[in-house]
């Protein structure tokens, strides 16, 4: 069944050091999307790419970086740089529409808890 | 970018009961609206969307939405919840000529007793 593949499903972080989530599609979509959940304020986009080799920051991008080398891969690494990542991280995917809406399809998420 | 605001944050309803899971958006231009559930440690599952025509868009599990232009709403209902309807609901738009940028609403949480 094709679907997005998000691991690892929990991680533990200490204080300064990065860490890598990992996110695979086998939807063929063209674009991938990250988003970040905290607890009463629904959903933010950190970032997201259309095509491979290109991405665009979201509305929080600061401490997280991202790379498009495969269609299929859109890993998210948190930096010791975001200040607070103590989160649930959850991927997405879509087709490209020249008209009409970009239905997301979304992965079971990553709960990163910085200790 | 739009503002979603969901009106609610948490609902306690009965089992076979009705629920209204209200929802509005910040800005009148031509949108796209959706509604998402989560389950306890998943991701989200689309329930319903609406893109054009009519206003009344029904979706899985029973749930259904109608548009209001004017009020800038999208609320959700169902008829008679289960048990197994207590989730997380989030409503979600964006703009039709900037689709690529989903804005989620803060999400409310549905609680079904017997």
């Known amino acids: 069944d094709g679907g997005i593949t998000q691991s690892p499903k929990y991680l533990f972080r200490k204080e300064g050091q990065n860490v890598t989530l990992s996110c695979e599609q086998n939807?063929?979509?063209?674009?991938m999307y990250w988003y970040r959940q905290d607890p009463g304020q629904g959903l933010r986009l950190i970032y997201y790419?259309?095509?491979?080799?290109?991405?665009q920051k979201g509305d929080i991008a600061e401490g997280y970086s991202v790379s498009r080398e495969k269609k299929e891969s859109f890993p998210l690494t948190v930096t010791s740089a975001q200040k607070n990542p103590t989160a649930f991280y959850l991927c997405?995917?879509?087709?490209?529409?020249?008209?009409?809406?970009?239905?997301?399809?979304f992965g079971a998420g990553s709960r990163l808890t910085v200790l | 970018a739009q503002s979603v605001t969901q009106l609610d944050s948490q609902v306690p309803v009965f089992e076979e009961a009705p629920v209204e899971l209200r929802c509005n958006y910040s800005?009148?231009?031509?949108?796209?609206l959706f509604w998402y559930v989560q389950y306890p440690n998943q991701g989200l599952q689309l329930l319903l969307k609406?893109?054009?025509?009519?206003?009344l868009v029904k979706g899985i599990n029973g749930f259904e939405a109608e548009f209001n232009k004017s009020q800038t709403s999208f609320h959700l209902r169902k008829p008679s919840v289960h048990i197994s309807d207590t989730a997380e609901y989030f409503c979600?738009?964006?703009?039709?000529?900037?689709?690529?940028?989903?804005?989620f609403g803060a999400g409310t949480t549905v609680t079904v007793r017997a």
């Open positions: 997405a995917s879509s087709i490209l529409r020249a008209a009409g809406a970009n239905v997301l399809t």
């Open positions: 939807l063929n979509h063209d674009a």
């Open positions: 790419s259309q095509i491979v080799n290109d991405f």
């Open positions: 800005s009148s231009v031509s949108v796209y």
């Open positions: 609406y893109l054009s025509g009519s206003t």
């Open positions: 979600a738009v964006s703009d039709a000529g900037d689709d690529y940028k989903l804005s």
